[in-house]
DNA sequence: TTTAGGG
DNA sequence: CCCTAAA
């Protein structure tokens, strides 16, 4: 029945058991991967949320870098996978020599793969109408004028942009203003140093002078509220008012595994970080809270999407052809008299966060139309060290923004020029009514405040024993006192844990060839990763919109972004599969994609499915980046062979299970 | 956590 | 890719 030949084969490509030890790691990267590309993608669909559907078009940066990913791979796998007679012993050198040259070549071979990854991350933001950034150099504008770096929110922003400037629907305008403060003394404090000292806070009329120019090791970031004219970095004096910090939970875990989850993750986390942790001892109380945590958080998450519903309701209604004058937008039809604008830049004067388009239509009776086009961001300031990179600076700002859209926003009116406090008031009363001159209405974004937050971490008894190390803070506008209780509270945790948070930012530029930077910090913080959260958890009283949270993916758990195999990964995965065989996907995982973090066994098994479901159809069938045909060749052949084999190791096992044990 | 399959 | 039952 079955020829031995055949069951050396099976063992043939066996992979020797690799350590626990470093596959959990590796799994822990590929959690970490996540994490930041969902951080990421959370923060772009915050912002589409906010300024969603000034374009109905979708930008879709091609992403064409997987060819370039092609090369050539001798085939050897395909040999050893041929040779069944091949004693076990050379099979396994020769195994490991080819590990090793298929290691290497995949650490080449995923070059590629990054850039399609940061691709696929541009692409699948939506576009966010108007809201970019930009990040003013300290140096350069310590005199009081800001003067650009020309730091943007990402590329995607100039060219929406761009393209908003063709509709010529809305007004270009740096939504975000931020302000970068660079730090002038501190030594290459590497980037983990740097991320550790993280800081992002809100402010919000006066930030203590003291808060901005100290540090300068920390990255500070800082969200403007009303009331504050800032004139470029002259002088920051504003006072903290409440920070947020970032969470890099993954979402998904979020959304799906719940409080058993949790626990296990709290298990394997107090295994690693407890002994090094500020933590200590208090323990029970993070976890257990982190379930409310997650809860609120759940509990929570519709609200921005409400939000953008009724933005895109209103914007839908009145959705036809307003003309631009200057900052302000007049409706052709109903000229200024039944449509009202606001300037932008007025509005930013006062309220780091405005409304930049906005109409007033008549309708029928008492009602007062309104339309939002979009809304500004809030300012935001940055401290960041020289030292750090670019691609620090990148996440820094994301994170930035991050914080500010992701920790709650409320809505604030503005009639002419003023705020108005008073919600009892009715719209008349007040006097925005049909039949007036509606010019002075705005809207403002602004954070949320916190009135009801305060208590947050004394309730949670997330306060820690306080460090030495520099306290990184992120947050954003808020009530000086809240702000201060908060940093109290939770500087500490947040130090850890926005380190580790920052770790795996790094990481995510590296996706398959880690730099020394990131790998150090990936590793010296991985290990608190899953206390990330912690922090957060106390901040969810003063989250209106937690800050993992996106939009869309908050209703479901948003899909991961499709990230279509290359053929460079296919080969890949077909080799390892010929070798190992089908139903060994995580070996098949840990051996031809370790280092490719967003491919999980799953996402390996289906592309297998789908494989040899493209091998089996007709090419004119097939669709996407052509697969050489070689490949479904062998696709099929191991295909065959793994099942045939599959089917025998059955019958085997239960006609005579001794022989295998 | 992994595997296996359906959706 | 997602979701999940089973293992």
């Not at 305008?173 to 991320?195: H, Q, Y």
């Not at 500070?220 to 890099?248: M, Q, W």
């Not at 500010?404 to 809505?411: D, E, I, K």
């Not at 190390?469 to 506008?477: E, K, R, S, V």
Request: glycine share 6%; net charge positive; aromatic share 6%.
């Amino acid at each position: 029945m079955v020829p031995q030949k055949r069951l050396d084969y099976s063992f043939n490509g066996y992979q020797v058991p690799t350590k626990r030890r470093a596959t959990r790691s590796a799994r822990r990267n590929a959690t970490f991967q996540r994490r930041l590309e969902d951080n990421q993608m959370c923060a772009f669909d915050l912002l589409a949320t906010v300024a969603d559907n000034l374009l109905q078009e979708k930008h879709n940066p091609s992403t064409s870098s997987d060819r370039s990913s092609q090369k050539n791979r001798d085939g050897f796998v395909k040999e050893e996978c041929l040779d069944a007679n091949k004693p076990l012993k050379a099979e396994l050198s020769d195994e490991a020599s080819c590990d090793r040259r298929y290691q290497n070549e995949f650490v080449k071979e995923n070059k590629p793969f990054k850039a399609e990854l940061s691709d696929e991350g541009s692409s699948d933001r939506k576009c966010f109408s108007n809201i970019s950034s930009q990040v003013y150099n300290q140096k350069g504008c310590s005199s009081g004028c800001p003067e650009s770096s020309g730091f943007k929110l990402d590329g995607d922003v100039s060219k929406i942009k761009d393209e908003l400037h063709k509709l010529g629907k809305v007004p270009i305008d740096t939504g975000t203003e931020l302000c970068c403060f660079e730090a002038l003394d501190e030594k290459p404090p590497a980037l983990i140093n740097s991320c550790g000292n993280v800081k992002l806070s809100g402010y919000d009329d006066s930030m203590p002078q003291s808060s901005l120019s100290k540090g300068c090791d920390n990255v500070l970031v800082y969200s403007r509220d009303d009331d504050e004219n800032f004139s470029g970095c002259a002088h920051p004096s504003t006072k903290i008012k409440s920070f947020r910090p970032i969470t890099f939970i993954d979402d998904r875990k979020i959304n799906k595994r719940l409080a058993s989850k949790y626990h296990e993750v709290a298990q394997e986390s107090k295994h690693d970080t407890l002994s090094n942790s500020v933590l200590d001892g208090n323990m029970k109380p993070v976890y257990s809270s982190r379930k409310n945590y997650y809860k609120s958080q759940r509990s929570q998450m519709n609200i921005p999407f409400k939000k953008r519903k009724i933005f895109n309701c209103s914007s839908d209604t009145n959705s036809n052809g307003y003309i631009r004058r200057g900052d302000t937008y007049y409706s052709p039809k109903n000229d200024t008299n039944q449509s009202f604008s606001c300037s932008s830049s007025g509005m930013s004067k006062d309220h780091g966060t405005s409304s930049l388009d906005h109409s007033a239509l008549r309708s029928g009776d008492s009602h007062v139309k309104l339309r939002i086009k979009s809304f500004r961001v809030p300012e935001l300031f940055i401290e960041i060290p020289e030292t750090a990179t670019i691609g620090s600076l990148r996440r820094t700002v994301m994170e930035a923004v991050t914080a500010v859209l992701g920790s709650g926003l409320r809505v604030g009116v503005i009639l002419h020029g003023k705020k108005v406090r008073d919600d009892n008031k009715t719209l008349l009363q007040t006097g925005i009514s049909h039949d007036n001159h509606l010019d002075a209405l705005g809207f403002t974004l602004e954070p949320n405040s916190s009135q009801n937050k305060s208590p947050a971490c004394a309730t949670d008894s997330l306060c820690v024993p306080s460090a030495d190390m520099p306290q990184p803070l992120i947050g954003y506008t808020s009530s000086p006192a809240v702000i201060h209780q908060r940093i109290q509270c939770f500087s500490n945790m947040l130090a850890e844990h926005q380190i580790a948070g920052l770790g795996n930012l790094v990481e995510s530029d590296h996706d398959s060839a880690p730099s020394p930077i990131n790998t150090s910090g990936e590793k010296k913080f991985k290990d608190s990763k899953e206390l990330i959260n912690v922090p957060e958890m106390g901040m969810e009283a003063l989250a209106v919109i937690p800050v993992h949270q996106k939009s869309k993916r908050t209703e479901i758990a948003q899909r991961r972004i499709r990230r279509p195999f290359s053929v460079a990964e296919v080969e890949a995965l077909v080799q390892a599969v010929e070798k190992l065989g089908t139903g060994r996907w995580r070996d098949v995982k840990l051996r031809a994609f370790d280092n490719a973090k967003h491919r999980t066994y799953v996402d390996l098994k289906d592309k297998w499915k789908t494989l040899v479901h493209t091998a089996r159809i007709s090419p004119q069938q097939r669709r996407g980046e052509p697969v050489p045909q070689e490949l479904l060749d062998r696709v099929l052949t191991a295909h065959a062979y793994w099942s045939q084999q599959q089917t025998k190791q059955h019958l085997r096992h239960h006609s005579k299970p001794c022989l295998l044990l």
